[in-house]
């Protein structure tokens, strides 16, 4: 029989609704329940496309026995991390200040009032390696909480306390400057991988946002190595296995440091953000490699993410079933030299063997290598590879196929609206400006919805019960912004300034930090707030991104006082650890800059508007339109007429505006960097 979990809109939930064990959603009711039966809650954090997660469930959760005890002695609530990334922050800060690690999936055990006292992460069904097996686990907790309740109560309370104090009283003391990004930069140099790009050692993660801020500083100061690491890094990635070399898009991460073995889950937000990247690469260098990784990517979230009701899922699992009908990591991406022949034949497989680095021993498990472009096989015939390309691309998509973890999260679809409306804007894909703005209107019509807030997630069309956290408003709001700029359509100005004024009233501390939850949501232990970029934005950096363009366009004190108030945190974090605050020194590029502010009165998608979209000034806005309504779209238009019946730009930063101009290549030289 199904449990309580068979109702919710979450597929991560979903996939649990069958389990023996009795689980709850995270709610009052679940809590409740704990107090009246005196029992501990046990709460298990994870998502949808994490394998260890498959893992636990299938070891632990399925096992008829291991539910019976859980059932007797727990009240077991079961969170979708990326639903209710509040719950999954507040107790990860605890497991991680408890054991040193996180991760998951994450188990924690809770009093009835939600404090924990007890954690672990991945618990094996048997003792192994050091680690207590799930049951003996679970013994435990239940003999400490029958004979020693007075011993948990006083561990919970030390916990809460602890987390309590860790709040940040304000953002920082003014905000980063040109000394602080330099710093920032020697900070990524030192960490620089010089042989393989990227940052740091294995696992290596893509550094998107690093990159964003490393093409900027570039765009604005002109420092080399700031455009070589990027670029390099960029290049890297495009090439290795992290990379998928047939059907576009990029793996979560890269298991060594050379990018060869991913872990195969495919992520939106990591797609969306590296999609934007190479875009931008691209505009600064004019790279092939980077034009192609960018539509290539854009085309995979179209194609494999995009849902029925034009928004996109969240992703791509890492498992799927191999020729042996066994699930495993990898199976629907792998290839071994007998298979290329198989669908190749000798002469083709010999070839494509070399061109991917396929061997016989193997680059991942098996005797199975992950496709790669090694670039060791010289002068290539592009009219092979295409061919070679295709063939096994269709040979494929006859395979079982990963899981897709369909939920809609709004602020991810911010990232990919963004990332869509810029690169059809860039390669002349209106197809892909589309897109954006059908995602775009699912998450005012399903996610905004009659109650004007922002609900995080939705499925099949239907918004799930959890609240828009601050990433969601300000991602939400980034897209916008980047599509108002592309489509010339001020209705999105204005949905942005309407999510921005949100933040502003219900986000908004005092001293200009920001928390993560809005200050009528739900109190948990602890009022999340983190300012570090780790998979994505925090909705502390992006925010004060969003604010600061959003000033920007309308020349809002307020906006643009809350946008410097959030960048204190950057002025701190950024020389320090930079690898973890890429998107808030971007942000502080964009500051350094002014930035630009960009009205074309013309037509949208004219030489001027495109010429103003590929300017590499960081951070730039742009306004297009004409006729007597563009300024009641756009106040950047307002008092912008063309100059002699020719479209004409007007380029101001600073309180200060150069001439206008109707020449293009003037445009391009004021907007350069």
Known sequence: MANRLAQTTSPYLRQHADNPVD???????????????????????????????????????????????????FVPVKVDREERPDVDAVYMEAVQAATGHGGWPMTVFLTPDAEPFYFGTYFPPEARHGSPSFQQVLEGVVAAWTDRREEVAEVAGRIVADLAGRSLVHGGDGVPGEQETAQALLGLTREYDEQHGGFGGAPKFPPSMAVEFLLRHYARTGAEGALQMAADTCSAMARGGIYDQLGGGFARYSVDREWVVPHFEKMLYDNALLCRVYAHLWRTTGSDEARRIALETADFMVRELRTAEGGFASALDADSE????????????????????????????????????????????????????????????????????TRLLAAREERPRPGLDDKVVAAWNGLAIAALAETGAYFDRPDLVERATEAADLLVRV???EVARLTRTSKDGRAGDNAGVLEDYADVAEGFLALAAV???????????????????????????????????????RRPQDPTDSATPSGWTAAAGALLSYAAYTGSE????????ALGVVKALGPRVPRFVGWGLAVAEA???????????????????????????????????????????????????????????????????????TDAGELAAKLGG
């Open 322 to 389: 191999d020729e042996d009908g066994r699930h495993v990591e990898g199976a629907f991406y792998v290839w071994t030299p007998a298979q290329l022949r198989e669908v190749l034949g000798e002469d083709d497989a010999a070839f494509a063997a070399a061109y991917f680095g396929v061997t016989e021993e193997g680059t991942f498990e098996e005797g199975s290598s992950v496709l790669r472009l090694p670039g060791d096989t010289g002068p290539v015939d592009a009219a092979r590879v295409a061919d070679v390309r």
């Open 558 to 565: 307020a906006h643009r006082t809350a946008a410097e108030g």
């Open 487 to 525: 489509t010339g359509e001020g209705a999105w100005l204005e949905f942005a300034g309407f999510l921005l004024d949100i933040v502003l009233e219900q986000f908004t501390g005092e001293g200009g930090q920001l928390y993560d939850t809005a200050h009528d949501a739900e109190q948990l232990i």
């Open 447 to 449: 996610h905004l919805g």
């Open 23 to 73: 689980w709850w959603p995270w709610s009052p009711e679940a809590f409740e329940a704990a107090r009246e039966r005196d029992v501990p809650v046990l709460l298990s954090v994870g998502y949808a496309s994490c394998h260890w997660c498959h893992v636990m469930a299938h070891e632990s959760f399925e096992d008829e026995t291991v539910a019976a005890y859980l059932n007797e002695h």
């Open 591 to 661: 500051l350094l800059d002014g930035p630009r502010e960009v009205a074309v009165a013309g037509p949208v998608g004219g030489e001027l508007h495109r010429t103003a979209l590929l300017g590499r000034a960081p951070g730039a806005v742009v306004a297009a339109g004409e006729g007597p309504g563009a300024g009641a779209e756009f106040p950047l238009l307002v008092d912008r007429p063309p100059v002699g019946g020719e479209p004409t730009a007007y380029v101001c930063r600073h309180f200060v505006c150069d001439a206008p101009t």
